[in-house]
DNA sequence: ATAAATTAGTTGTAAGAACAACGGTTGCCA
DNA sequence: TGGCAACCGTTGTTCTTACAACTAATTTAT
């Protein structure tokens, strides 16, 4: 059945982080902004929200603990005060080959025994499919906000 | 990127699971097993956990909800008594149409703008991803355990 | 220029899931 | 037959996430 593929696939990548990181102290929600950040230093959480499709406050909860850790810095934007962007310490770098490391092993792991011809089109679908997910969700919002004030 | 658009399409499932039964008071991962149990009634906790790939103490814990709200009932099996088979109520029958047309307007959402031909090549990939997520699954146990034994 | 609306981030709450430790059954085998 | 291992389900804890209500800062409109 497809949606529990898509879960098991979803739900495995975080199972397989949690218990490659457990070492380094950081989890497996951690890591994903982490890796995102070595690309693009300096977000804001509201881009970071937007990329990842995640509420705002799940981004902020994460990047709070990752600032706990000393791995990224938030620092407030002077022109734009509403606006914090996370930066990576030397520890946040330190960690970068072994995240990277553990990217390419996932990688490997999920297209075992798949051709490249294979892999490119399913990614191409995949993209596909979550545009169309991310469109969708505002409609769903609306059925949600008419649902609520009737 | 590859992992944000799996876990997109893997969130954004359960997001419009739970916005649209908001009204019929079962949730986003209670309709996930009430879908199965509707082609496999009298399944073992065992079973849909090997199935859906979750653990079996998240299975129990769902269905201990689907059993409150009288939407299914869970029987020992006299056979073996550690076993319990859970089976549709005829409140668990009723929700049935609703629950397929969800799944078949999740499905129309997720292909709209995408062939037949390209959406079978998909669904297949997934599956094959699917399987070899699965059989590693045990492999990081492993790499866990001797983690914890060191 | 001030009031209203929008925007960015924070926080409390609840659902979903993994993990680990536990208790009761059953099966095995010595 | 008696003990031990394997199996099935339960429960407490923690992590991840969505949602909603909130504060503070900025922008827009009157």
Same sequence: chains 1, 2.
């Avoid at 970071?48 to 706990?68: H, R, V």
């Avoid at 310490?89 to 996932?106: E, H, N, S």
């Avoid at 990614?123 to 004030?149: D, M, S």
Wanted: aromatic letters at 8%; charged letters at 30%; proline letters at 0%.
């Amino acid at each position: 059945m497809l949606h529990s593929d898509l879960s098991i696939i979803a739900r495995g990548s975080e199972t397989f982080m949690s218990r490659c990181l457990g070492d380094f102290g950081i989890t497996a929600a951690e890591v994903i902004l982490l890796i995102y950040l070595y690309g693009h230093d300096n977000s804001r959480q509201e881009d970071l929200a937007e990329y990842f499709m995640l509420d705002k406050g799940t981004i902020a909860k994460t990047l709070q603990k990752l600032e706990k850790k000393e791995i990224i810095e938030r620092i407030v934007n002077k022109e734009d005060q509403r606006e914090k962007v996370s930066c990576l310490t030397d520890k946040g770098y330190a960690l970068q080959d072994v995240c990277t490391d553990l990217v390419r092993l996932w990688h490997e792991t999920m297209f075992q025994g798949i051709t490249a011809e294979e892999g490119k089109i399913f990614e191409r679908t995949v993209h596909k499919i979550a545009a169309n997910v991310t469109e969708n969700l505002e409609k769903w919002e609306h059925v949600y906000g008419r649902a609520n004030a009737s």
